[in-house]
């Protein structure tokens, strides 16, 4: 448990109750299942015998048999392993699906059908089943049987393409694993969508989620306006293609600040924080379409301004002057800011594996039924014993049978 949870010790998690079988690899799918966990659902990790998932191998090495990566993302689910592939092991998987409210599985499309675990099979056993479908490009369409990962759906999205100053190649937006961690929360999303829908009609669906959807989903007005003007957004570096100044800006002491200003009241408020006033006249650059005509001036005078202060003093005289500015943050400067560990937007969690361990926490904030995190990536097989022995009824000799032809 988080040592600043501050989770009340009466409160019923949300989704206590919900059985979700997870059967997904690697981080798009799988974070869909750590967010529901992390709400109360009881998420089971099914992965392959002695192998176990891709994700525990990526990364960086944690001293364990398991990286940063694993030790972080599969929070709050127990493990088992399980073979699906092998006729006894899908059909120790089926057993269990008659007593499950979800399945999370990230196959190419076809994958579960073949080996007779599709949707359609899994329904005939529980029709009120929900099963989440992640893959690279979708359940349908031409490029249904193609791999992806998150690089590639950022490409494919068009957001890679934005990224990256005008005369350089476009460059990936600073994580690649950003389409993942996006079509894992949109996974959630769905989930959440139908289990309503289930509690109003009794039967189960599917949620189809392409890795590309959620980020081209968040760009914006760009595919309206293209519809509409064919035109095609550029790169532009920290600039944005609506307002002037937003972007980032240096300071005295080698560091960097965000400032916004999205519209004519702001800037008016800048250019009294800079003491230059008269910038926000409509015959200067009081408005937007005067800003957007002479972008490079306007930032070259921010610039100026910034360039004598150090990060601090601009945050201090921009929040006095009512001005949207932020430290540009690495990491180091994260783990230094207050702000995290007062909402735990960063919380330290024992683990019996490395000791304490600062990670992110839990996102939303409910106020009454708040989410938490009981513990960290489990072990391969970690709850082979408990779940095989307390649900499903198994005694030593069934599992020593199992084990010895590598079901579990």
Known sequence: MAENDTTPPTASPPLKGLRVLDIATFVAAPFAGACLAEFGADVIKIEKPVIGDSLRKLGADSGTEDTYFWINEARNKKCITLDLKMPKGAEIFRQMIRDTDIVIENFRPGTLERWGLGYEDLRRLNPGLIMLRVSAYGQNGPKKDLPGFARIAQAF???????????????????????????????????????????????????????????????????????????????????????????????????????????????????????????????????????????????????????????????????????????????ADIFDEPQYWERDTLVRVKDDRIGDLAVQGVVPKLSATPGRIDHLGPALGAHNEQIYRDWLGFDDDALAELRNENVI
């Open 157 to 331: 999205a068009g957001l890679s393409y934005l990224v990256g100053q005008p005369d350089t190649p476009p460059l990936i937006a600073g994580s690649t694993t950003l389409a993942d961690y996006l079509s894992g929360l949109y996974g959630a999303y769905g989930v959440l969508l139908a289990l309503r829908a289930r509690d109003q009609n009794g039967e189960g669906q599917f949620i189809d989620i392409a890795l590309h959807d959620g980020i081209f989903r968040f760009l914006d007005e760009i595919a309206a306006v293209y519809d509409k003007t064919g035109q095609v957004r550029e790169r532009m570096g920290t600039e944005t293609h609506t307002s002037v100044p937003h972007s980032h800006y240096p300071t005295s002491d080698d560091k960097w600040v965000a400032i916004a200003c999205t519209n004519d009241k702001m800037f008016g408020r800048l250019a009294t924080v800079i003491g230059q006033p008269e910038l926000a006249i409509p015959e200067r650059y009081g408005t937007v379409s005067a800003r957007l005509d002479h972008r490079n001036e306007v930032n070259r005078i921010v610039s100026a301004w910034t360039e004598t202060k150090t990060r601090d003093d601009v945050i201090k005289l921009c929040s006095i002057g009512d001005v949207p500015c932020g430290p540009v943050n690495s990491i």
